[in-house]
């Protein structure tokens, strides 16, 4: 698709994305929004950085820009739940962008601040509604959000919402959501907990799945420091004597090590602050907008807090732990490279983190660089760390694209999903999810399948043999 005037997108969104100099979609935006503009319910399998926020946002906006209906008071017509504050805020800024040309309003609430505001946003009234879901649930138990006219109902990052332990507020407030929506669900990965979760919240949905993440790491140059534990916090300092590094966005594994890196840098003489979930909304907003604006050079995260981070300006990304789950090094290092841009990504790696190191490999289908041009690099043999997780085994999913692409979240095994067992916990009656191009329109049946498949059945593509020489890129640092 060239454009996007080839999408027949209301005239004022136009106007706005050419004003921010948008002219092509993205794969996910050309694949997604056709479908969402006829109405379907939608499973969207997407790594960040790929465009997905305005894959589900322009068709929303222009949905309600067509219907030039009125908002009654307290009835937000679409609500769009994301699991962290500063996801949540991007996504409202988006819809701002996208929206500047069209008369329509906006809230975003999430906890961590006064309710206050939220609630007047709440009763003036709000066509587009951003949310987390506990502070969506406080505002909807006092009464000050109603969703009986919902039209469009978005879960976006699902597999970290349930990471982070959101399925039973998620399962409430759909409880709370009229029967007769569209619905749509977007998740990085696709294990069992998300196609169960799909196969109770989504009608008939189509599948579309994109971006492999090839495309993330092919832009990034990524090296990995063999090391003592005992040695990081040296190396750190030594690697950020480097003046190439711009900014650098550290990643640890938990709060308090993300804490104590923070103070013992800044003890150091080096401009930094730390994010994680602990933190109050106002010391989180204070330290990101240090960062954007460069008078921070680093900022240290941990994984949730820095979903959906979005700084132009980060050069590199440092591992100071590496992640037990290969999935969040790929979205730990698309913190980089942004928008087409080069980046560098180093790692951390001591004796207990080889396994992680091993899965992440077989993720991305690469061997990472061991850099041993430093005054730290440890050749320890390796010890038995807390079990990596494995990566999700590969299914099997028939995909909007003309060719099928395989996911490099998927490991390399081309056994099957095995589908679910039984009624999960709590849920909702299973509506199917159908074959992409199996039914004609307004059909809600599932094409040749019984309604009650817990995972979506999904056509094979050519399997793509494991590179086992393939290094990741280099370049200079």
Same mark, same amino acid.
Request: charged share 25%; proline share 6%.
């Given at each position: 698709m060239s454009d996007f005037s080839a999408l027949n997108l209301f005239s004022p969104i136009l106007s706005a994305l050419n004003h921010a100099g948008y002219t092509q979609p993205t794969p996910?935006?050309?694949q997604a929004i056709p479908h969402l503009q006829s109405g379907r319910d939608l499973l969207g399998i997407a790594q960040t950085g790929t465009g997905k926020t305005a894959a589900f946002a322009l068709p929303i906006l222009d949905r309600l820009g067509r219907q030039r209906a009125h908002t009654r008071a307290r009835q937000a017509r679409v609500l769009i739940l994301a699991p962290t504050r500063e996801l949540a805020a991007q996504i409202d800024a988006s819809f701002a962008a996208y929206g500047a040309r069209m008369k329509l309003s906006r809230a975003v609430i999430f906890g961590g601040v006064n309710q206050r505001n939220q609630v007047r946003a709440m009763l003036r009234g709000v066509d587009v509604l951003v949310a /987390?879901?506990?502070?969506?649930?406080?505002l909807m138990g006092q009464g000050f959000v109603s969703l009986e006219q919902l039209e469009v109902f978005v879960l976006d990052e699902a597999d970290r +919402?349930?990471? +982070?332990?959101?399925?039973?507020?998620?399962?409430?407030?759909?409880?709370?959501?009229?029967a007769e929506r569209q619905t749509l669900l977007f998740s990085a990965t696709m294990p069992k907990s998300i196609a169960a979760l799909a196969e109770s919240l989504l009608s008939d949905p189509v599948l579309v799945e994109v971006a492999p993440t090839?495309?993330?790491?092919?832009? =990034?140059?990524q090296k990995v420091y063999l090391v003592e534990k005992g040695n990081k916090v040296l190396l750190l300092k030594d690697v950020l004597q480097n003046h190439e590094i711009r900014q650098a966005l550290v990643f640890t594994r938990t709060k308090y090590g993300a804490d104590r890196l923070a103070d013992t840098l800044e003890a150091s003489g080096v401009e930094v602050s730390a994010i994680h979930g602990n933190k109050s909304q106002n010391a989180r $907003?204070?330290?990101?907008?240090?960062?954007?604006?460069?008078?921070?050079?680093?900022?240290?995260? /941990?994984?949730?807090? %820095?979903?959906?981070?979005?700084?132009?300006? =980060?050069?590199?990304?440092?591992?100071?732990?590496?992640?037990?789950?290969?999935?969040?090094? =790929?979205?730990?290092?698309?913190? /980089?490279a942004r928008a087409g841009r080069q980046g560098m990504a180093i790692s951390f790696c001591?004796?207990?983190e080889r396994g992680f190191l091993r899965d992440i490999e077989r993720t991305i289908r690469c061997a990472v660089r061991v850099d041993? $041009?430093?005054?730290?690099?440890?050749m320890v043999p390796e010890t038995a760390p807390a079990k990596a997780k494995p990566a999700q085994q590969s299914g099997k999913a028939k995909r909007v694209q003309t060719a099928p692409v395989r996911t490099p979240s998927e490991p390399h095994s081309t056994a099957p999903r095995q589908p679910a067992r039984g009624k999960q916990p709590n849920s909702l009656p299973k509506k199917g999810l159908a074959e992409t191009g199996a039914r004609? %329109?307004? %059909?809600? /049946?599932v094409a040749g399948k019984p309604a009650t498949t817990m995972v979506p059945t999904v056509a094979k593509s050519k399997p793509v043999p494991r590179q086992r020489n393939r290094v990741c890129r280099t370049g200079a640092a």
């Open positions: 996910i935006q050309a /987390t879901p506990g502070r969506l649930l406080d +919402m349930l990471d +982070m332990g959101f399925i039973h507020d998620i399962r409430k407030i759909i409880t709370r959501l009229p090839a495309t993330t790491v092919d832009r =990034v140059e $907003e204070t330290a990101l907008n240090g960062f954007r604006d460069g008078r921070l050079r680093v900022l240290v995260a /941990t994984d949730i807090a %820095a979903r959906g981070l979005d700084v132009p300006g =980060v050069s590199h990304v440092i591992n100071f732990d590496l992640p037990n789950e290969p999935e969040s090094y =790929v979205h730990r290092i698309g913190r /980089t001591d004796a207990s041993a $041009e430093h005054p730290y690099h440890s004609s %329109a307004g %059909a809600r /049946t």
